[in-house]
């Protein structure tokens, strides 16, 4: 008898270290899961986020506390016969946020609204105010795009711009002017960085407008990069007069805030 309560006394311990064992262990492997500081990619809303790995300190801003973009109108503006630069012109409601990458679909049809293609592409988005998405030399044959649509095809993430950054970075359009409005129409302006950051691959839409208001023809050009405090001339050029008489001349150039850099 007393040589099995010393064998089960005995067991009891084995089996008592072998707990423990296994306690110190699992405690090693979860306690820096504990100790750990908030991250913006833990899964978890902690530190100053005020949803999981969003807003705060984070750069990826909480979609619930985001604004969906507005789109103004869409329209497809003639080139040459059968071929056509389409526009879509958007509100970005968000101030301080910005989007890296979206993907993007415009459709056509014609004055029977009939089908006649598609479109798809991808865009950054400015942070705040209103911007212009481009597609350009839309191939439709002999059809007439009468009617446009646009749409964005994935749900935006968002990501936060500090506005200082923001505040710095502001590029002015000066110098603008028209030529050859009967002719061969040329648009020319200037485009200013006034920052201390290199901007690079400046895409510039210029849009012209009637008298009414409405938007009669489109073109887009290139700034390959703007050094910082320095300006450059931009021209847009048409192969053909326009539809109509110009009156109002807008220009908007853009650029992915989240690729300039600090000179």
Not at 86 to 100: D, R
Not at 158 to 185: F, Y
Not at 215 to 223: D, E, H, K, Q, V
Request: aromatic share 12%; proline share 5%.
């Amino acid at each position: 008898m007393t040589f099995l309560n010393w064998a089960l006394r005995r067991q009891i311990f084995y089996v008592s270290i072998f707990v423990l064992f296994i306690l110190v262990v699992g405690f090693l492997i979860i306690s820096p899961n504990f100790n750990k500081a908030p991250a913006c990619n833990d899964g978890r809303q902690n530190g100053d986020e005020t949803g999981v790995d969003c807003g705060g300190s984070c750069i990826k801003a909480c979609i619930v506390q985001t604004d969906d973009m507005s789109v103004l109108w869409s329209r497809a503006f003639k080139v040459i016969p059968g071929r056509y630069n389409a526009v879509a012109y958007v509100v970005n409601h968000n101030k301080n946020n910005a989007v890296k990458k979206i993907n993007y679909r415009f459709r056509f049809a014609d004055k029977n609204n009939v089908y006649i293609g598609k479109r798809d592409g991808n865009t950054f988005v400015p942070a705040g105010g209103n911007f212009a998405v481009f597609e350009p030399a839309i191939d439709v044959g002999n059809s007439i795009p009468v009617y446009v649509s646009f749409e964005f095809t994935e749900t935006p993430v968002w990501l936060q711009v500090k506005a200082d950054l923001l505040n710095q970075l502001k590029l002015d359009v000066s110098n603008i002017s028209l030529s050859g409005e009967s002719t061969s129409p040329i648009l020319n302006a200037n485009i200013k960085n006034n920052s201390l950051f290199t901007i690079s691959n400046v895409g510039v839409v210029s849009i012209l407008y009637d008298k009414n208001g409405n938007a009669i023809s489109a073109s887009r050009t290139y700034l390959e990069q703007l050094p910082p405090l320095q300006n450059a001339d931009v021209n847009f050029t048409w192969p053909e007069p326009f539809p109509g008489n110009v009156v109002t001349k807008e220009i908007i150039p853009m650029f992915d805030i989240f690729s300039v850099k600090l000179e």
